[in-house]
């Protein structure tokens, strides 16, 4: 849809920039004529003519290179043609135009700006990138649930919108187990908290439900220090863990950190 459209812009730009230039050449050949109306020739006239445009013909194309033909410069013995009337100390100005794609190049930017402009702020036919970027962080987000939900993919099977917190002492067993050799380097044998916060009081900086913990587990902190834990740990690991953590609530251990975060029930 969006592709569409850019092209239609596209399209319409250069269309108007066709037109333009057309009509511009229009309006300069009536000014031509008005000023200084050519004359109509005789047919003896017309023959002299073409000789003398052969001859040039023949002279000019063998001196203009690309180059000159590309910055639009005349060769020297054209001079005296463009040379304008003013002078001053014995210094003259010649009259070069400016090259053609040069001045396409420069019209063509302010169409296309006005286009542009019309089209997106006047008329609103366009998202503008603000809103561009929060579609696409919502179609991230969807896909991210799609992917999420999708079954049969192993480790996939448990995540943070799916974790239930068990109370079955072999898999209480085996996140205490994980817990003392991964966390208790940062948050204490006991959870009571070193770098890392308290985990057995009621406050949470990052949310105290199954799902909250499971997810900080699993995308850690990045900036303040906690490791995010997917690419180590499996999401049943990561399930033990937070069943683990959710069982130790309450159980005060000594030496425990002070509350961090917002009280949960
Ligand atoms: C390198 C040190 C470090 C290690 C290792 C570590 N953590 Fe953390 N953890 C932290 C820090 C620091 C924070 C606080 C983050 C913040 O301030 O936002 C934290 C926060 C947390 C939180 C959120 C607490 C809250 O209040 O919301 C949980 C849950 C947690 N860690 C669990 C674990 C588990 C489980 C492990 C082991 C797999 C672990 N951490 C290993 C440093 C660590």
């Not at 013909?57 to 060769?75: A, D, H, I, Q, Y």
């Not at 400016?98 to 930017?109: D, E, H, I, K, N």
């Not at 036919?125 to 939900?149: C, M, T, V």
Request: proline share 5%; hydrophobic share 45%.
């Amino acid at each position: 849809m969006t592709d569409m459209f850019i092209l239609v812009l596209l399209i319409t730009a250069v269309l108007l920039l066709v037109v333009s230039l057309l009509l511009l050449k229009v309006i300069k050949v009536y000014v031509k004529e008005t000023l200084n109306p050519t004359p109509v020739a005789t047919a003896e006239e017309r023959r002299l003519w073409h000789l003398a445009s052969e001859n040039a013909e023949v002279t000019t194309t063998k001196k203009s290179s690309v180059w000159s033909k590309l910055m639009g410069l005349r060769p020297i013995d054209e001079e005296k043609d463009i040379v304008m009337e003013h002078k001053f100390d014995g210094i003259s100005e010649l009259d070069n135009p400016t090259p053609a794609w040069f001045m396409v190049l420069f019209y063509g930017t302010i169409i296309f700006a006005i286009v542009y402009l019309l089209s997106y702020h006047v008329f609103g036919l366009g998202n503008l990138q603000e809103e561009e970027y929060s579609i696409e962080l919502r179609q991230a987000e969807d896909a991210k649930i799609a992917f999420l939900q999708k079954p049969g993919n192993s480790s996939n099977k448990i995540n943070e919108s799916n974790v239930e917190q068990s109370k079955d002492a072999a898999l209480l067993s085996a996140g205490a187990a994980l817990f003392k050799t991964a966390c208790a380097p940062c948050h204490g044998e006991h959870a009571e908290g070193l770098v890392g916060p308290n985990l057995t009081d009621e406050f949470w900086l990052h949310g105290g439900t199954v799902n909250d913990i499971f997810k900080t587990i699993k995308y850690g902190v990045p900036d303040k220090g906690m490791i995010a834990w997917e690419k180590t740990l499996k999401p049943k690991q990561i399930a033990d863990l937070t069943s683990y953590i959710m069982s130790l609530k309450g159980s005060n251990p000594a030496g425990a950190k002070a509350p961090q975060g917002v009280k949960q029930n």
